[in-house]
């Protein structure tokens, strides 16, 4: 059975940090591309970053670089995603996913053939 779990979500204050957690399970998790997204309530889901866990390859949504990091820790099927520097904007539910198409077009939903439930991700002004 694949699951993807998805953790870490909270509330903050503005310029705050969190850290999300994915464990992912029932797959080769080396073939797959995982990516992040969020939706924000009355807005559509996006793409917010992805790494390919066959090369580490990482890819960011250009409103998060140099603030998110995407990271993995293939010993533990585990992806992270740093959030330093966080704005009131970046409040939604975060969804990990994962796709065997790697991250080509990590922002399309229909990349992924897998979905974590939602964490939610609240920063205050």
């Known amino acids: 059975e694949v699951q993807l779990q998805a953790s870490g979500g909270g509330l903050v204050q503005a310029g705050g940090s969190l850290r999300l957690s994915c464990a992912a399970s029932g797959f080769t998790f080396d073939d797959y591309g995982i990516g992040w997204f969020r939706q924000a309530p009355g807005k559509e889901r996006e793409g917010v970053s992805c790494i390919d866990n066959s090369d580490s390859s990482t890819y960011y949504r250009e409103s998060v670089k140099g603030r998110f990091t995407i990271s993995s820790d293939n010993a533990k099927n585990t992806v992270y995603l740093q959030m330093n520097s966080l704005k009131p904007e970046d409040t939604a539910v975060y969804y990990c996913?994962?796709?065997?198409?790697?991250?080509?077009?990590?922002?399309?939903?229909?990349?992924?053939?897998?979905w974590g439930q939602g964490t939610q991700v609240t920063v205050s002004s």
């Open positions: 996913a994962a796709g065997s198409y790697h991250c080509s077009g990590y922002g399309r939903l229909s990349r992924y053939d897998y």
